[in-house]
């Protein structure tokens, strides 16, 4: 029978003719509205059903669905099937349950279609993974056939690394999940990493469940950085951090361990929910602390070596891995003023004395100091510095109010800001003072019992307010330089490092201006003032005088005042 004739055959009405069986015609009316009920409620427009091939031609095939009547489906629909038999089962689509020529309408394409699109939605909730077959490259990425639905791969999600050739992928088959679905515009975005990813964490969720905490395992160093390694462990990622990989200090990872090394570790730690595992290496070794001689005590005096500077202090290795710290408190008996790594640098030779060694805690604490006798202690130390004795000193800081003056090693000064000039009014020891330098002082005052010391600058350079009485007696001209302003007049530089001042009305000069700061003229001593230390001036007042100007050049009252024999 031709599919033409099976056609017709489920058109034509159901008769008397056809049911030798005693119904009547009313009765076979009832029975036929009965079944074509029952069917329309079986089977739905839309629906996607499982049927049976049970002919074919060239054009078509006859699929039954259970309904009344079989559908065609074309033959073209059926292309990616290597062989069709009778009897085969497919999925097809219920397009209409009856058309114009009231057949059964089926689509093969449609329910593929239907299918594919429940498979999409369920990949966007769960990451199941669909095959794409690569059909061509755009702007970004990779255009994507999941059974003729088109979906964009972006390049960021081919792999884990940077794609730079995405004609390589054209053609292939690829596994990928789907991200984002916008069905407005029928947008399908996909991700290979995903599943990668996902892979990569059940994989990781695998061995960490196998992992116990001082398990010994092998692994490549794979990437590196200062704070330390990560190690490939064979599908997951464990940090061994740069503080154990050596009892030893190391700055860098690099100092132990090359890239692409296979090293031992340890774990000692490892998170399930975070996926992370902590690793070490130096546990593999005993602690060089539990092989520290009993004879190393406090008392002790051991060489070392400088393997980090702070501002705080050095430490330094006693044995390798075994370190120590000599605080900047401990490396001198006088204050120490600066950063420890203007004396010492890394690698350095330095004999030190155990102050404190706790082997249970694996801390030693270190003194250099303790190598000599404190200065203070000394029993002539009253006779070296008694009052008034001379000692040269080096300035190590200074203060708005002083400058501490090291003496020797172990002994240091105060110099006040008062003490530093008789003549000039200083406001910061910095004006005339620098770090380093090399001062020769006067003691003027020590307590040993406190260890307190005070020197005097001016003292060990004696008074020029007796010394130059006579030189800038009243009526004396000299030449002088205003070198700073004040509320009723100005400072004044003059020979032999000596300050007066002027006032306002006697910075007059012959034009009718007032004298500015920087310039060099003659002043008129109107009193030497010794008990205050002050020096009053006047240009003006020269100007009017019938005794020699220093700027004329002519001899005034006292020889030993003209101009050219007098340093500014």
Aim: charged content about 25%; overall charge negative.
């Amino acid at each position: 029978m031709t599919v033409e004739n099976m056609t017709m055959q489920y058109r034509m009405p159901f008769t008397t003719k056809w049911f030798a069986t005693g119904y009547t015609e009313d009765e076979m009316k009832d029975f036929t509205k009965m079944y074509s009920d029952q069917c329309n409620t079986l089977l739905r427009e839309c629906d996607v059903v499982d049927g049976i091939i049970t002919g074919i031609s060239n054009r078509d095939v006859i699929v039954s669905v259970g309904y009344k009547s079989d559908g065609l489906v074309s033959i073209s629909e059926l292309r990616d099937i290597p062989e069709i038999n009778i009897g085969d089962k497919i999925e097809v689509y219920v397009e209409a349950l009856e058309d114009s020529k009231g057949q059964l309408v089926l689509s093969r394409k449609k329910a593929k279609l239907i299918k594919t699109w429940d498979r999409i939605k369920r990949s966007e909730v769960d990451l199941t993974p669909l095959e794409g077959l690569v059909k061509r490259r755009t702007k970004g990425g990779l255009i994507l056939d999941i059974n003729g639905i088109e979906a964009f791969l972006p390049g960021s999600q081919i792999e884990y690394k940077q794609v730079t050739d995405f004609d390589s992928y054209l053609g292939k088959i690829i596994d990928v999940g789907v991200v984002k679905i916008n069905e407005t515009n029928f947008n399908i975005v996909v991700s290979r990493t995903a599943l990668i990813k996902r892979g990569l964490d059940s994989q990781k969720a695998i061995i960490i469940g196998n992992l116990e905490n001082g398990q010994i395992l092998e692994g490549i160093a794979k990437n590196m950085a200062a704070f330390g390694v990560f190690v490939d462990l064979g599908g997951i990622d464990g940090l061994l951090h740069v503080t154990d990989i050596s009892w030893k200090r190391i700055s860098h990872p690099s100092e132990v361990i090359e890239l692409g090394q296979k090293i031992r570790v340890v774990v000692l730690g490892f998170d399930e929910e975070k996926k992370r595992v902590s690793l070490g290496m130096k546990q593999l070794i005993p602690n060089p602390w539990e092989n520290l001689p009993e004879s190393l005590q406090d008392g002790s005096v051991v060489n070392s070596k400088v393997v980090n500077v702070t501002e705080y202090g050095i430490f330094v290795e006693i044995t390798p891995g075994v370190e120590g710290l000599i605080h900047l408190s401990e490396m001198k008996w006088s204050q120490f003023y600066g950063n420890p790594s203007s004396i010492y640098k890394l690698g350095d030779a330095v004999e030190a004395v155990i102050i404190k060694i706790n082997r249970d805690e694996k801390k030693m604490s270190l003194g250099i100091k303790q190598l000599t006798v404190n200065p203070w202690e000394k029993d002539d130390l009253l006779i070296t510095y008694g009052l008034g004795t001379r000692h040269k000193g080096i300035v190590r800081n200074i203060i708005p109010v002083g400058a501490f003056v090291e003496l020797e090693n172990g002994i240091s000064s105060f110099l006040r800001l008062s003490e530093l000039s008789w003549s000039k009014r200083i406001g910061h020891p910095s004006e005339i003072l620098k770090i380093g330098e090399e001062l020769d002082v006067n003691v003027i005052f020590i307590d040993k019992d406190n260890k307190k010391l005070y020197v005097s600058l001016k003292q060990a350079l004696g008074n020029p307010w007796e010394i130059y009485e006579d030189f800038f007696q009243s009526e004396s001209i000299h030449r002088g330089t205003l070198v700073k302003p004040t509320r009723k007049g100005a400072l004044v530089l003059l020979p032999h490092d000596m300050e007066g001042f002027a006032m306002k009305k006697d910075l007059i000069k012959k034009d009718g201006t007032e004298a500015q700061i920087g310039e060099v003229l003659d002043f008129k001593v109107l009193r030497f003032e010794k008990e205050i230390r002050n020096i009053l001036l006047s240009h003006t007042d020269t100007l009017n005088s019938n005794v020699g100007k220093g700027l004329d050049g002519e001899v005034s009252k006292n020889p030993e005042n003209n101009a050219e024999n007098l340093e500014v």
